[in-house]
């Protein structure tokens, strides 16, 4: 169980608006040791330098095989102190070694309701698809792809006339909302993994569909 007010890497690899919304909802129930991003043109990491957070560039081009960049990105958030890592827009699969060096310590969010829609086009997946209803996961990294224990869902309605960037509009206001609450709860040690199920120790309700 994480210490109080654990320290947290997040890793990005763009925008970083999830990060944004880490950095003005930290309420002493985590503190972000560092930020890490796989591309050093992550406009993300203007964000952190401007809040004076420390930032790491772990290039992805630099290293042979997943392995080695996985290994390099455990190194540096180690380096900075950092217990846990939070995926904020990390575009990145982890290799293996990550789950060992940050057990039950690895969150990742997505812009669907998992299992439909994982990996890297999951908006524009839901909207081809034609679902009624996608939304944002919050889990718990494991060794598969968008797969290990959820922690939080909350749902978006696809509107008739969204595209992929209205639709992602709507889905971000749900994540900055969401991804700070967990990353407390994370941070108060509020969480316990159970196989795939994930226990809060205040009951969580969904807000309802957004
Ligand atoms: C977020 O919508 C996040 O859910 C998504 O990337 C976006 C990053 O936005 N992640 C994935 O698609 C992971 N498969 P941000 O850089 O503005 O936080």
Redesign the pocket.
């Known amino acids: 169980m994480p210490l109080a007010a654990p320290p947290i890497a997040v890793l ?8 944004q919304a880490l950095i003005d909802t930290t309420d002493g129930d985590y503190r972000i040791a560092v930020v890490i991003s796989d591309r050093e043109d992550a406009p ?1 990491l203007g964000r952190a330098r401007q809040a004076g957070i420390p930032t790491s560039v772990v290039p992805w081009s630099s290293y042979e095989d997943r392995d080695g960049f996985t290994d390099a990105v455990c190194e540096s958030a180690r380096g900075f102190g950092a217990e846990a890592l939070v ?5 990145r699969i982890l290799g293996p070694s990550a789950i060992g060096a940050f057990p039950d310590a690895i969150i ?4 669907a309701l998992l299992p439909a829609f994982p ?2 086009h ?1 908006v524009e997946q839901a909207l081809e698809h034609g679902v009624r209803y996608t939304g ?1 996961t919050v889990h718990f990294v494991d060794e598969q792809v ?1 797969h290990g224990p959820i922690i939080a869902q909350e749902p978006v309605v696809i509107l008739p006339d969204d595209d992929a960037g209205s639709l ?1 509009a709507r ?2 206001t749900v ?1 900055h909302e969401l991804l700070p609450r967990v990353v407390s709860a994370f941070g108060r040690g509020e969480l316990a993994v159970d196989g795939r199920h994930v226990r809060w120790k205040q009951p969580t309700h969904s807000k309802g569909v957004r």
Do not use: C, K, R, Y
């Open positions: 990005i690899s763009g925008t970083g608006s999830n990060l993300g995926l904020a827009g990390f575009m990742n969010i997505h812009p990996g890297a999951a944002v968008d992602h889905i971000q994540e």
